[in-house]
C-alpha cells in the first residue's frame, strides 16, 4: 500500500541508458526496464524510479535536489563506484549522524551516499 504524502519515484537524466544500467547494476545492484528509446526505469529494492533521455545532468551546486544512498561500508561503495567509472567529486567527510561522499555517475548526475558507521 502506498503512503500518502510520500516520495514514491525519481527520476535523472541520461544521454546513454546502456552506461548508467551498468553503472548502477554493477555498483548497486540495480535492475532495469526499458520503456521505448525514451525513458528506463530501475528498482532498488525500495525505491523506483527511472532515467530519462537527456544530454543534461542533475547537479547540487546548481540547486538540483541532492539523491542519497545510504551503505553499511561506505569505503567499500567507494571503491565500487570508482572501479566501475564513477567520478568522486566530495571527498568522505563527517557530519552530526554520519559520514558521507558524493559522486558523479556516467553522465555526471550528482549523488552522494552515507553511512551511520
Known sequence: MKQ???ISYVELC????SKVKAFYGDVFGWTFQDYGDCFCAFKDGSMDGGFYRSPLHSDSGQCAALVVLYAKDL?????????AGGELCKPIFS??????????????NE???WSDR
Open 75 to 83: 569505503e567499500a561503495t567507494q571503491e565500487r563506484i570508482t572501479a
Open 95 to 108: 557530519f552530526p549522524g554520519g559520514r558521507r561522499f558524493h559522486f558523479l555517475d556516467p553522465n555526471r
Open 111 to 113: 549523488l552522494a551516499v
Open 4 to 6: 500518502d504524502s510520500r
Open 14 to 17: 541520461a544521454e546513454e541508458f
